[in-house]
Nanobody
Framework: QVQLVESGGGLVQPGGSLRLSCAASTSIFNFYGVGWYRQAPGKQRELVAA???????NYVDSVKGRFTISRDNAKNAAYLQMNSLKPEDTAVYYC?????????WGQGTQVTVSS
């Protein structure tokens, strides 16, 4: 069973930047791609950025132009560079494969955008 560990979250002011990291215990992202998800309080988890198994990159409209997803196959890692952060980006961020069946979810990393 693959283990996913997210890190890099924190408290940042509006307009600031953060870089999230995801470490996988296997090379699952090499075969299935990778997605970054977020869940805000009282809301459903949503996919915000993904690299498909074919290498295509997709973003939800609300983060286009501000977030950049990347992966390092050699390190079994994925990253989410987040710029121009807004209060509505506040959520717990998770990584996983970009489509079902999902693997066990990690604990996520909290991102709080507030002045």
């Amino acid at each position: 069973q693959v283990q996913l560990v997210e890190s890099g979250g924190g408290l940042v002011q509006p307009g600031g930047s953060l870089r999230l990291s995801c470490a996988a215990s296997t090379s699952i992202f090499n075969f299935y791609g990778v997605g970054w998800y977020r869940q805000a309080p009282g809301k459903q988890r949503e996919l915000v950025a993904a690299i498909t198994s074919f290498g295509f990159i997709n973003y939800v409209d609300s983060v286009k132009g501000r977030f950049t997803i990347s992966r390092d196959n050699a390190k079994n890692a994925a990253y989410l560079q987040m710029n121009s952060l807004k209060p509505e980006d506040t959520a717990v961020y998770y990584c996983n494969v970009p489509s079902p069946p999902y693997r066990s979810w990690g604990q996520g990393t909290q991102v709080t955008v507030s002045s």
